[in-house]
T-cell receptor, first 115, second 109 residues
């Protein structure tokens, strides 16, 4: 089945220690998104890639970076995690940004704990 | 400012007791309204997309409707496995998917 895969499902890191979260997709979608979701809150968009074009949300902290080496994979790098960065990180894909009614499909998420 | 509000925040139903969840929105240029289901510790699962007022979509015990200011997710004769958080999201002319905080539904056997 075509899907969005996130690894690891659970990640524990120490305060200030860089961490990378991974997302892959078999849907062959052009657009990949990263969201942050804290407990009982709505998912908040951090950034997205349309093909190789990177689009950062205005209020996304510089501490968060992303890489998309190819169509299938996208990474979220947190350079110096703080306690406030503990959250569920969701990856999503959609077929085409230009047809901006396209549905976004989400992966299972990575739960990040910062000690 | 774009805003999406879901009500109630939490809803407890007896199995078989039908009800509706509300999503009201004030956005500039609605491009689509999306309903997702999210189970604890998992990513949102897509349910429906609605594009224009008057549109309705159905899937099993769920039916979504859309007006110019709000959407309803109707749950008919719910079962315990329908327990989840239901998220509403709108896509605006700015091409951003903007989520509400969800309704946490519990269906009691």
């Amino acid at each position: 089945d075509a899907m969005v895969i996130q690894n690891p499902r659970y990640q524990v890191t120490q305060f200030g220690k860089p961490v990378t979260l991974s997302c892959s997709q078999t849907l062959n979608h052009n657009v990949m998104y990263w969201y942050q979701q804290k407990s009982s809150q709505a998912p908040k968009l951090l950034f997205h890639y349309y093909d190789k074009d990177f689009n950062n949300e205005a209020d996304t902290p510089d501490n968060f970076q992303s890489r998309r080496p190819n169509t299938s994979f996208c990474f979220l790098d947190i350079r110096s995690p703080g306690l406030g960065d503990a959250a569920m990180y969701l990856c999503a894909t959609s077929r085409d940004e230009i047809r901006n009614t396209d549905t976004q499909y989400f992966g299972p998420g990575t739960r990040l704990t910062v000690l | 400012e774009d805003q999406v509000t879901q009500s109630p925040e939490a809803l407890r139903l007896q199995e078989g007791e039908s009800s509706s969840l509300n999503c009201s929105y004030t956005v500039s240029g609605l491009r689509g309204l999306f309903w997702y289901r999210q189970d604890p510790g998992k990513g949102p699962e897509f349910l429906f997309t609605l594009y224009s007022a008057g549109e309705e979509k159905e899937k099993e015990r769920l039916k979504a409707t859309l007006t110019k200011k709000e959407s309803f997710l109707h749950i008919t004769a719910p079962k315990p496995e329908d327990s989840a958080t239901y998220l509403c999201a709108v896509k605006t002319g700015a091409n951003n998917l903007f989520f509400g905080t969800g309704t946490r539904l519990t269906v009691i056997p």
